[in-house]
Nanobody, 122 residues
Framework: VQLQASGGGLVQAGGSLRLSCAASGRTFSTYLMGWFRQAPGKEREFVAAIALIGISTYADSVKGRFTISRDNANNAMYLQMNSLKPEDTAVYYC?????????????????WGQGTLVTVSS
């Protein structure tokens, strides 16, 4: 599976952005998909994941503000980000793993996209 994230940019605090992740391969619907982010000087962190049947999991820091979704027919995943804060500034990566559900922070992800930069100004 090859992944390509897009949709990042510069936005003011309180604004919104929608990230997209395009995936190659015929078996997209069998993969758990997720978003991660890495802020400058910090470790990469989990943002959200969506299972094959649409069950989603979020990091506490984005709950209620971000929404993850997927379109299996078009091999795509999205992250709608609302009420953005300066601390959301990071490079956002999409990822995939062949698993039916999200199994927690120790889960290993098999495939990664190249990342898209989100900058939130105060």
């Amino acid at each position: 599976v090859q992944l390509q994230a897009s949709g990042g940019g510069l936005v003011q605090a309180g604004g919104s952005l929608r990230l997209s992740c395009a995936a190659s391969g015929r078996t997209f619907s069998t993969y758990l998909m997720g978003w991660f982010r890495q802020a400058p000087g910090k470790e990469r962190e989990f943002v959200a994941a969506i299972a094959l049947i649409g069950i989603s999991t979020y990091a506490d820091s984005v709950k209620g503000r971000f929404t993850i979704s997927r379109d299996n027919a078009n091999n795509a995943m999205y992250l709608q980000m609302n009420s953005l804060k300066p601390e959301d500034t990071a490079v956002y990566y999409c990822a995939a793993v062949r698993s039916p559900v999200y199994m927690g922070p120790k889960m290993l992800w098999d495939y990664w996209g190249q990342g898209t930069l989100v900058t939130v100004s105060s």
